[in-house]
T-cell receptor
Framework: QKEVEQNSGPLSVPEGAIASLNCTYS??????FFWYRQYSGKSPELIMF????GDKEDGRFTAQLNKASQYVSLLIRDSQPSDSATYLC????????????FGAGTRLAVHP | KAGVTQTPRYLIKTRGQQVTLSCSPI?????VSWYQQTPGQGLQFLFE???????NKGNFPGRFSGRQFSNSRSEMNVSTLELGDSALYLC???????????FGPGTRLTVL
């Protein structure tokens, strides 16, 4: 079992819809979770981080964390074509100290 | 504030050679982490430096090494290059007090 699992997609949503991206993880001791966006040919860009159970909202983005069920999700409201990218879920790995474990990423395609 | 910078952006080497990549973190950030990104393995953690000390390392052979200078700039070195070392090498900086990491543009290494 991989440490961080994501559906590779592509997830296709129409413009203006809500895109829901999901991620499950195996290490119950993980405390910090991150969502990065990566456009083709570019480096990852930090969108959200979440440390506590529940929801965290930032503009059109909402991160949700459920430690008991070991999943973290990212909702993108009012999706735009410019949101089309690969979304990477990451968590702090064992030993801490900024060791991030990444999922393989979910490719999101927002069509007009 | 200027972002993370990496040099060079592109590099072509042949098998058996060695290479040194450089990373300058965001001003005030004392932690630098290095990652390798390939289509097959995704983003994988190499090592992390904070105040010139390696605090964590991933599962890479000893051919991969790094260091950090007193101004927080970091270098990574790969010796005896193999074809499989062809990848995008990313560095990320953070304050070191939390895990939010910001990536540089990466160095694309091609080994022939």
């Amino acid at each position: 079992q991989k440490e961080v699992e994501q559906n590779s997609g592509p997830l296709s949503v129409p413009e203006g819809a809500i895109a829901s991206l999901n991620c499950t993880y195996s290490d119950r001791g993980s405390q910090s979770f991150f969502w990065y966006r990566q456009y083709s040919g570019k480096s990852p860009e930090l969108i959200m981080f979440i440390y506590s159970n529940g929801d965290k909202e930032d503009g059109r983005f909402t991160a949700q964390l459920n430690k008991a069920s070991q999943y973290v999700s990212l909702l993108i409201r009012d999706s735009q074509p410019s949101d089309s990218a690969t979304y990477l879920c990451a968590l702090e790995g064992s030993g801490g100290y900024n060791k991030l474990i990444f999922g393989a990423g979910t490719r999101l395609a927002v069509h007009p | 504030k200027a972002g993370v910078t990496q040099t060079p952006r592109y590099l072509i080497k042949t098998r058996g050679q060695q290479v040194t990549l450089s990373c300058s973190p965001i001003s005030g950030h004392r932690s630098v982490s290095w990652y390798q990104q390939t289509p097959g393995q995704g983003l994988q953690f190499l090592f992390e430096y904070f105040s010139e000390t390696q605090r964590n390392k991933g599962n890479f052979p000893g051919r991969f090494s790094g260091r950090q200078f007193s101004n927080s700039r970091s270098e990574m070195n790969v010796s005896t290059l193999e074809l499989g070392d062809s990848a995008l090498y990313l560095c990320a900086s953070s304050t070191g007090r939390n895990n939010e990491q910001f990536f540089g543009p990466g160095t694309r290494l091609t080994v022939l």
